[in-house]
């Protein structure tokens, strides 16, 4: 490995650091043995990584053409993913991007299409077949793959003759169609970045364009994006003094993504006066980043309340204890230069418990914090193990959950199989190898994570606000497109895979 | 009558602003009358003159703070006047302080209550709040202290308990019964006093004591001495010394045959018959009657596996997970994050008891609620193998009232484990500020605290039934397996 730091463990600053001198073969390489060999651990580190090494890609890639730049970030996607598929962060961030290019892309080829109106095919909304609520149609998650998967093969080749022949095609097909071409409503990802379009004009647009644009599924604080759906396939056409913007446009894009991740933490601190009064008492679970900086913004504003800890034995604990002795900077970002001070340091009572101890205490708890590893499309949450345990005994004692993660853990990832989605880590941190004839004999378990369903939680907080988890699938909509779930085989693949990307 | 004094005191406060020393000595002396005079009325109360003027100045505070300066400032008022002008030179200077302007004996006294005050406040900070009322007793760390009359097996006994070396609630009452054999054996009546009056009060009592200073007593414990306070007091007063002392031997032997010995081989016989092939039977921690029944159920050739949860910072589960592997038991062992997988996969939940309390609810190791309620959700049935002598007849809502706090110490990780990486890189470790403290340093960090509670209450809607000597009940038998069998009530 042609890391230059010797005799350090390999891990994400020495992969950041690598990147800037190997040449992209290498350093995808190097990403994937770092996932395979799980130096490169939890979500936010992962992520860092992933869109480094993506923005690394998008300026190597020699191509003007949108469709060959998607092609190889999803070749590359596809490779990362396949490293490790339970690191679900890898996955979103390589769709977030694809996003990003597409809608850029989209953007490019209709640049003066802010209000003009569309060639589009039908016809006012079909009641039932609106094109306008695509997300509502289904019980499922409109990104779930079975959904997507159905219209994926009539996505890709429809596309064209569609936009030929503006979209003759019976409504059937045209709205399932449209649901692909229907581009979510060009939100939050951009929201804090420069904005798109026309923000005013979403409610104007119901009345000029009732096809094409959903206001329905405008997010509450939305701008609309300008430009359309029934467009030329991509790259076919289109001026080519255009194709000079794509590439320096997904780059400025990938870097507000970078920027976003970011400013995550101080994104969601925000909300902390809202939810965190005088006099409480939190439960908080592992030694997560996101949920200290959330409780130290709370304790910054002067309201006083009681921390019980748990620590997280046998995966986190000694980061938990590092975490409220010394505060937080240990944990993803291991050469971060602050090291944020303890809560114990604000006037915050902090006490440590074991993990046992949460039922006895859940009676005089007045809310519970958590940070998940990944958030599932349908609202449910994989996060350390315990916190399953956790959220039972809170419904159990109707104590309200918060769950606090920025958007780039929300994967559009259905959960079918939960169990699937269970990591099992080191047995030894149980008992250690060393107890020969145990381990021979006896068979350890540690498991690393903990589905949550998405019943037992009561509010999420992302960097865009709070929300239900019923709530999510949107979030979802707007950040993904249907095509992206499904990362493998190129366009036109039979796209029948039923497995989520 | 602090109302009157309370209008001149208040004049008193205008004129206050001069400072002529005469004055204040005037009022100095008025104010110590008063105080003699309240002192009569109402030793110990609060209001009063001197103290008046100080609820005056310091009606915002709260009055516990009056409280203590005016027990310091009657305590100091009995050393006479002399003190009285240092103290009022005292009080010109810390005029602003305190508030208390016109009371000089409490701001002589300030300095010295600060002291006190401010420790308490430092170590009460290390108890968790809501456990206040389980600290009262520190474990005993040595024999010091110990009444001369503590027999040295009951002392040794008392080390091996806090020490977790016999732990259980059955262990430590079989324990605790044996070396009672001995403290009896050594007993010798004195004259005119009779063994059954006598041996009680003056010879069991303070081994008793000694007991609970290591580490309180177990349910079971409370129940096996009342039982033996009970035989004692029953003994025949003409009986010779020797055989009453027998016949109390006898007894204790009878006792732990009958209702601990026995009685778990039929809880054995009874709850293994429910480990029925293919059974995966999900246990917590190291009861010993658990361990009988599924050891018993193995005898028997049941063919079944065993997942063995276990929890910090006693790891009982690991000792239990041991020797069923010793006896050829095929086991699963999980910490206690892996319960959320363990409940996946049991089809059955066998559980030991601290005790079991009069509203149906279990008190046992702290871990078990939370995978009873994991259980419960999952449909699997759990259930209790509690022997009768630790049914009680208290009741509890909560885990927090009946509880035991056992030291944070324990919680500590051993010191040489981890070296952080991260540590070397930092070129800071000098900067004070950014010190990289331990979990070992936390009685100097304010504000964080750590505990550590042994017990938990798992509600009785999780529990399917209880297995006792008495049969198979639901738990809302308990009060009345309490009543027949420890109160001796039909």
Same mark, same amino acid.
């Given at each position: 490995?042609?890391? #230059?730091?010797?005799?350090?463990?390999?891990?994400? =600053?020495?992969?950041?650091?690598?990147?800037?001198?190997?040449?992209?073969? $290498?350093?995808?390489?190097?990403?994937?043995?770092?996932?395979?060999?799980?130096?490169?651990?939890?979500?936010? #580190?992962?992520?860092?990584?992933?869109?480094?090494?993506?923005?690394?890609?998008?300026?190597? !890639?020699?191509?003007?053409?949108?469709?060959?730049?998607?092609?190889?970030?999803?070749?590359?996607?596809?490779?990362?993913?396949?490293?490790?598929?339970?690191?679900?962060?890898?996955?979103?961030?390589?769709?977030? +991007?694809?996003?990003?290019?597409?809608?850029?892309?989209?953007?490019?080829? %209709?640049?003066?299409?802010?209000?003009?109106?569309?060639?589009?095919?039908?016809?006012?909304?079909?009641?039932?077949?609106?094109?306008?609520?695509?997300?509502?149609?289904?019980?499922?998650?409109?990104?779930?793959?079975?959904?997507?998967?159905?219209?994926?093969?009539?996505?890709?080749?429809?596309?064209?003759?569609? =936009?030929?022949?503006?979209?003759?095609?019976?409504?059937?097909?045209?709205?399932?169609?449209?649901?692909?071409?229907?581009?979510?409503?060009?939100?939050?990802?951009?929201? &804090?970045?420069?904005?798109?379009?026309?923000?005013?004009? &979403?409610?104007?647009?119901?009345?000029?364009?009732?096809?094409?644009? =959903?206001?329905?599924?405008?997010?509450?604080?939305?701008?609309?994006?300008?430009?359309?759906?029934?467009?030329?396939?991509?790259?076919?056409?289109?001026?080519?003094?255009?194709?000079?913007?794509?590439?320096?446009?997904?780059?400025?894009?990938?870097?507000?993504?970078?920027?976003?991740?970011?400013? !995550? %933490?101080?994104?969601?601190?925000?909300?902390?006066? /809202?939810?965190?009064?005088?006099?409480?008492?939190?439960?908080?679970? $592992?030694?997560?980043?996101?949920?200290?900086?959330?409780?130290?913004?709370?304790?910054?504003?002067?309201?006083?309340?009681?921390?019980?800890? $748990?620590?997280?034995?046998?995966?986190?604990?000694?980061?938990?204890?590092?975490?409220? !002795?010394?505060?937080?900077?240990?944990?993803?970002?291991?050469?971060?230069?602050?090291?944020?001070?303890?809560?114990?340091?604000?006037?915050?009572?902090?006490?440590?418990?074991?993990?046992?101890?949460?039922?006895?205490?859940?009676?005089?708890?007045?809310?519970?914090?958590?940070?998940?590893?990944?958030?599932?499309?349908?609202?449910?949450?994989?996060?350390?193990?315990?916190?399953?345990?956790?959220?039972?005994?809170?419904?159990?004692?109707?104590?309200?959950?918060?769950?606090?993660?920025? !958007?780039?853990?929300?994967?559009? +990832?259905?959960?079918?199989?939960?169990?699937?989605?269970?990591?099992?880590?080191?047995?030894?941190?149980?008992?250690?190898?060393?107890?020969?004839?145990?381990?021979?004999?006896?068979?350890?378990?540690?498991?690393?994570? /903990?589905?949550?369903?998405?019943?037992?939680?009561?509010?999420?907080?992302?960097?865009?606000?709070?929300?239900?988890?019923?709530?999510?699938?949107?979030?979802?909509?707007?950040?993904?497109?249907?095509?992206?779930?499904?990362?493998?085989?190129?366009?036109?693949?039979?796209?029948?895979?039923?497995?989520?990307? | 009558?602090?109302?009157?004094?309370?209008?001149?005191?208040?004049?008193?406060?205008?004129?206050?602003?001069?400072?002529?020393?005469?004055?204040?000595?005037?009022?100095?002396?008025?104010?110590?009358?008063?105080?003699?005079?309240?002192?009569?009325?109402?030793?110990?109360?609060?209001?009063?003159?001197?103290?008046?003027?100080?609820?005056?100045?310091?009606?915002?505070?709260?009055?516990?703070?009056?409280?203590?300066?005016?027990?310091?400032?009657?305590?100091?008022?009995?050393?006479?006047?002399?003190?009285?002008?240092?103290?009022?030179?005292?009080?010109?200077?810390?005029?602003?302080?305190?508030?208390?302007?016109?009371?000089?004996?409490?701001?002589?006294?300030?300095?010295?209550?600060?002291?006190?005050?401010?420790?308490?406040?430092?170590?009460?900070?290390?108890?968790?709040?809501?456990?206040?009322?389980?600290?009262?007793?520190?474990?005993?760390?040595?024999?010091?202290?110990?009444?001369?009359?503590?027999?040295?097996?009951?002392?040794?006994?008392?080390?091996?308990?806090?020490?977790?070396?016999?732990?259980?609630?059955?262990?430590?009452?079989?324990?605790?019964?044996?070396?009672?054999?001995?403290?009896?054996?050594?007993?010798?009546?004195?004259?005119?006093?009779?063994?059954?009056?006598?041996?009680?009060?003056?010879?069991?009592?303070?081994?008793?004591?000694?007991?609970?200073?290591?580490?309180?007593?177990?349910?079971?414990?409370?129940?096996?001495?009342?039982?033996?306070?009970?035989?004692?007091?029953?003994?025949?007063?003409?009986?010779?010394?020797?055989?009453?002392?027998?016949?109390?031997?006898?007894?204790?032997?009878?006792?732990?045959?009958?209702?601990?010995?026995?009685?778990?081989?039929?809880?054995?016989?009874?709850?293994?018959?429910?480990?029925?092939?293919?059974?995966?039977?999900?246990?917590?921690?190291?009861?010993?009657?658990?361990?009988?029944?599924?050891?018993?159920?193995?005898?028997?050739?049941?063919?079944?596996?065993?997942?063995?949860?276990?929890?910090?910072?006693?790891?009982?589960?690991?000792?239990?997970?041991?020797?069923?592997?010793?006896?050829?038991?095929?086991?699963?062992?999980?910490?206690?994050?892996?319960?959320?997988?363990?409940?996946?996969?049991?089809?059955?939940?066998?559980?030991?008891?601290?005790?079991?309390?009069?509203?149906?609810?279990?008190?046992?190791?702290?871990?078990?609620?939370?995978?009873?309620?994991?259980?419960?959700?999952?449909?699997?049935?759990?259930?209790?193998?509690?022997?009768?002598?630790?049914?009680?007849?208290?009741?509890?809502?909560?885990?927090?009232?009946?509880?035991?706090?056992?030291?944070?110490?324990?919680?500590?990780?051993?010191?040489?484990?981890?070296?952080?990486?991260?540590?070397?890189?930092?070129?800071?470790?000098?900067?004070?500020?950014?010190?990289?403290?331990?979990?070992?340093?936390?009685?100097?960090?304010?504000?964080?605290?750590?505990?550590?509670?042994?017990?938990?209450?798992?509600?009785?809607?999780?529990?399917?039934?209880?297995?006792?000597?008495?049969?198979?009940?639901?738990?809302?038998?308990?009060?009345?397996?309490?009543?027949?069998?420890?109160?001796?009530?039909?």
């Amino acid at each position: 490995m042609p890391s #230059s730091t010797v005799g350090q463990t390999p891990s994400l =600053s020495t992969y950041l650091k690598s990147l800037k001198h190997n040449d992209i073969e $290498t350093s995808i390489e190097l990403f994937i043995s770092l996932l395979k060999r799980r130096q490169i651990r939890n979500s936010r #580190s992962c992520a860092i990584a992933t869109i480094s090494l993506l923005l690394r890609v998008v300026g190597e !890639v020699r191509t003007r053409d949108a469709q060959q730049l998607i092609e190889r970030i999803r070749a590359v996607g596809r490779r990362l993913v396949a490293a490790q598929p339970r690191e679900m962060a890898v996955g979103n961030i390589v769709r977030r +991007v694809l996003e990003n290019i597409r809608e850029v892309a989209e953007r490019d080829q %209709d640049p003066a299409e802010s209000d003009g109106s569309i060639t589009t095919p039908s016809t006012p909304p079909v009641p039932g077949e609106t094109k306008q609520r695509p997300a509502l149609r289904t019980k499922f998650s409109e990104f779930s793959p079975l959904h997507g998967a159905a219209t994926l093969p009539q996505d890709m080749n429809a596309r064209a003759p569609l =936009s030929a022949s503006s979209g003759d095609s019976s409504p059937a097909i045209a709205g399932m169609a449209e649901t692909a071409l229907q581009r979510p409503p060009l939100m939050s990802s951009n929201t &804090s970045f420069a904005p798109q379009g026309p923000a005013g004009s &979403s409610l104007f647009s119901i009345l000029q364009h009732p096809q094409g644009r =959903s206001p329905f599924a405008t997010p509450p604080a939305g701008a609309q994006s300008p430009a359309l759906r029934a467009l030329p396939a991509k790259g076919d056409e289109g001026p080519t003094s255009e194709k000079l913007d794509i590439k320096a446009e997904v780059i400025t894009a990938i870097q507000d993504l970078q920027r976003e991740l970011e400013e !995550v %933490d101080d994104e969601i601190s925000e909300f902390a006066q /809202d939810h965190i009064h005088n006099n409480e008492i939190i439960l908080t679970h $592992t030694s997560s980043q996101t949920v200290q900086s959330f409780l130290m913004k709370a304790a910054s504003k002067k309201r006083k309340f009681t921390v019980f800890h $748990t620590e997280a034995y046998p995966n986190n604990h000694l980061e938990t204890h590092d975490t409220i !002795v010394n505060g937080s900077g240990g944990g993803s970002a291991e050469d971060a230069d602050e090291r944020w001070k303890p809560l114990t340091s604000m006037g915050i009572t902090v006490i440590l418990i074991p993990d046992s101890a949460v039922f006895a205490l859940m009676s005089r708890i007045n809310k519970v914090i958590l940070a998940p590893h990944t958030v599932l499309a349908n609202g449910s949450l994989i996060a350390a193990a315990g916190s399953s345990t956790i959220a039972q005994a809170a419904k159990t004692h109707r104590v309200p959950v918060v769950v606090l993660s920025g !958007v780039f853990k929300l994967s559009p +990832v259905y959960p079918f199989d939960t169990d699937e989605l269970i990591e099992y880590g080191d047995p030894g941190k149980v008992v250690p190898f060393q107890e020969g004839e145990f381990m021979d004999k006896v068979d350890v378990v540690n498991p690393v994570y /903990d589905f949550v369903d998405a019943e037992l939680i009561d509010l999420y907080i992302t960097n865009l606000g709070g929300h239900a988890p019923s709530y999510l699938y949107r979030i979802v909509a707007d950040h993904y497109r249907v095509e992206d779930i499904d990362l493998s085989g190129g366009k036109g693949e039979a796209g029948g895979a039923v497995k989520a990307g | 009558m602090s109302e009157p004094t309370k209008a001149p005191e208040a004049a008193q406060l205008a004129e206050e602003a001069k400072l002529s020393p005469a004055e204040l000595k005037k009022r100095a002396k008025a104010e110590k009358q008063a105080r003699r005079a309240a002192q009569k009325g109402e030793p110990g109360a609060t209001g009063v003159p001197v103290p008046a003027t100080n609820g005056t100045h310091e009606a915002p505070k709260p009055p516990k703070q009056s409280g203590p300066q005016e027990q310091k400032a009657q305590g100091s008022q009995q050393k006479g006047p002399p003190q009285q002008k240092q103290k009022q030179g005292v009080q010109e200077g810390k005029h602003e302080r305190t508030g208390s302007i016109q009371q000089p004996l409490p701001t002589r006294g300030m300095p010295a209550l600060a002291g006190p005050v401010k420790e308490v406040q430092r170590k009460d900070k290390k108890q968790v709040e809501l456990f206040s009322h389980l600290y009262t007793q520190s474990r005993r760390q040595d024999i010091a202290g110990a009444s001369k009359n503590v027999h040295p097996s009951v002392v040794a006994l008392g080390f091996q308990m806090s020490s977790y070396e016999i732990c259980g609630s059955s262990a430590r009452c079989v324990a605790m019964l044996v070396a009672f054999k001995e403290v009896v054996q050594t007993y010798v009546t004195p004259s005119e006093v009779s063994l059954a009056r006598d041996l009680t009060s003056r010879h069991l009592s303070p081994q008793i004591d000694f007991l609970r200073s290591c580490r309180p007593i177990s349910e079971s414990m409370g129940n096996a001495i009342r039982w033996l306070k009970k035989t004692i007091v029953e003994i025949d007063p003409r009986t010779p010394e020797q055989e009453a002392k027998d016949y109390l031997c006898d007894e204790i032997d009878r006792f732990v045959r009958e209702r601990i010995t026995v009685t778990d081989q039929a809880i054995a016989a009874s709850a293994s018959a429910l480990i029925k092939d293919g059974s995966v039977v999900l246990t917590y921690a190291k009861s010993s009657i658990v361990e009988k029944t599924i050891l018993q159920a193995h005898a028997n050739g049941t063919r079944f596996r065993v997942m063995a949860v276990d929890s910090r910072p006693l790891f009982e589960g690991k000792s239990l997970a041991t020797s069923l592997m010793h006896a050829g038991l095929q086991v699963e062992y999980l910490p206690f994050s892996g319960i959320a997988y363990a409940v996946k996969e049991a089809t059955l939940v066998l559980l030991g008891a601290h005790s079991m309390l009069s509203n149906g609810r279990l008190q046992s190791r702290v871990g078990t609620a939370a995978l009873a309620m994991q259980a419960h959700k999952a449909d699997i049935p759990v259930i209790v193998c509690c022997e009768s002598v630790k049914f009680s007849g208290k009741v509890a809502l909560d885990s927090i009232v009946l509880n035991e706090v056992a030291p944070s110490e324990e919680l500590l990780l051993p010191k040489a484990t981890v070296s952080h990486a991260p540590a070397l890189d930092r070129k800071d470790d000098d900067d004070e500020d950014r010190q990289v403290r331990s979990l070992h340093d936390w009685r100097d960090i304010p504000g964080l605290q750590i505990l550590n509670l042994m017990y938990d209450v798992t509600p009785a809607e999780y529990i399917r039934m209880v297995i006792c000597e008495y049969g198979n009940v639901p738990p809302s038998s308990v009060p009345v397996v309490h009543r027949l069998a420890n109160e001796g009530i039909m």
